[in-house]
């Protein structure tokens, strides 16, 4: 069966970076976009990043010029390159992929920003 395994999380001083990644165990077909949400304690789930299957890029504000969302298809993984961290970025991160039939979902990765 196809999974989505994200990786990469944890414990980082304000300031620090961090990379995640999302790992795919098999071949998702038609490919829309993938993305990164993020889910704090008490919020809703939100966009962080997205890469759709032209390569192009958006993120939300809150994390542009920090952020930078890329892809290896060779090693069929994802990856959120995350700089200048901040407390206000800790949350749950899930790696997304947009396709039939409804889509597919990681199981999350924890990234905590605090000294």
């Known amino acids: 069966q196809v999974q989505l395994v994200e990786s990469g999380g944890g414990l980082v001083q304000p300031g620090g970076s961090l990379r995640l990644s999302c790992a795919a165990s098999g071949t998702i077909f038609s490919i829309k976009a993938m993305g990164w949400y993020r889910q704090a304690p008490g919020k809703q789930r939100e966009l962080v990043a997205a890469i759709t299957s032209g390569g192009s890029t958006d993120y939300v504000d809150s994390v542009k010029g920090r952020f930078t969302i890329s892809r290896d298809n060779a090693k069929n993984t994802l990856y959120l390159q995350m700089n200048s961290l901040k407390p206000e970025d800790t949350a749950v991160y899930y790696c997304?992929?947009?396709?039939?039939?409804?889509?597919?979902w990681g199981q999350g990765t924890q990234v905590t920003v605090s000294s």
């Open positions: 997304n992929a947009d396709a039939p039939p409804t889509g597919y």
